[in-house]
């Protein structure tokens, strides 16, 4: 298929994700863009995520990996999965924030993938309030729209602070979220003050500029050029960010899509991109986390 189908597919699959489109509305429309059924079907399967065979095998015997459950407030019992390098202590923590389909595999991936790095990483799962992350993508969807936001970000502040607290180790913190997940970062950085030493978000929606006066955390913007609709927040947010005196850096990845770091997408992800992407991650976290 050509690049403008495949690119006005993604962009409609952007809306049924993140705008609440019907899915019978969509697949029509799919349907249409695709030019048959049976093309749609290929398309989406193209688009959407998919098993994918790891880059961190979850046995991996450099690693330590498990399921953990903790209480980030009075009352707000969260699951989550923690990677570290097995025989570590002291690290730094970092928290692996999921997109709106929950805590997954690819996920718990990339925990691995930053353990191996050298971190303790803490891919908690945002949903556990409303019972955990389901097999089904589009509830799971419908769950995070359900999310009371202030509840969650509270949760999730607090969960930082405990880590960079006496209590919790005085552990340097850092964060990196996708999608979802980089929306987090960004209005974790306002509620976390300077418990929280260094955040990355990925593609994620951005709060409203007046709030970048109240980050005390070292930012690294990533964002895809042809991901208008994050855009459109994401670049205000990072002058916002500069104009208040932050330590903000950003980067834009000419002609890739929203989501060009997963890599079960396989329209949508961009190896190159990807990988700079994530060795730049990585220096940032060697550059405030160490």
């Known amino acids: 298929m050509t690049d403008p189908i495949i690119r006005a597919a993604i962009t409609l699959y952007d809306r049924f994700t993140h705008e609440g489109m019907d899915r019978r509305a ?3 429309e799919l349907t249409r863009i695709a030019g048959g059924a049976a093309a749609a079907g ?11 065979t790891p880059l961190v095998a979850p046995d991996d015997p450099r690693l330590s990996a498990r399921t953990i459950a903790w209480e980030a407030r009075p009352g707000r019992r969260y699951q989550g999965y923690n990677a570290a390098p097995r025989g570590g202590a002291d690290l730094p923590v970092v ?3 999921h997109e709106n389909r929950g805590l997954n595999d690819h996920i718990r991936d990339v925990a691995r993938r930053l353990a191996l ?9 945002f949903l556990s309030p409303a019972g955990g992350t389901p097999a089904d993508e589009d509830r799971a969807r419908k769950m995070i729209g359900q999310l009371d936001m202030a509840e969650t970000v509270a949760d999730g502040a607090a969960m930082i602070r405990w880590n960079a607290s006496p209590a919790g180790g005085a552990r340097r913190v850092g964060i990196v979220g996708f999608c979802w997940g980089g929306a987090m970062v960004n209005r974790l950085a306002v509620a976390s003050g300077d418990a ?3 955040g990355v978000s990925f593609y994620g929606p951005a709060p409203d500029p007046s709030e970048a006066r109240r980050v005390e955390a070292a930012m690294l913007i990533i964002l895809a050029g042809l991901d208008q609709r ?7 947010w990072v002058e916002a960010l500069r104009a208040a005196g932050k330590n903000a850096e950003a980067t834009t990845y000419p002609d890739v899509n929203h989501a060009f770091h997963n890599d079960t997408s396989a329209a949508r992800y961009n190896a190159a991109a990807a990988n700079q992407a994530w060795e730049a991650t990585l220096a940032f976290f060697r550059r405030h986390l160490r």
Do not use: E, H, K, Q
């Open 196 to 198: 929280l030493r260094a």
């Open 95 to 97: 928290f692996v924030v």
């Open 117 to 125: 790095a050298g971190y303790s990483a803490v891919a908690p799962d």
């Open 42 to 52: 290929v398309l989406l399967s193209s688009i959407a995520a998919r098993a994918a």
């Open 230 to 236: 994050v855009n459109a927040t994401g670049l205000p």
């Open 26 to 28: 969509f697949m029509v």
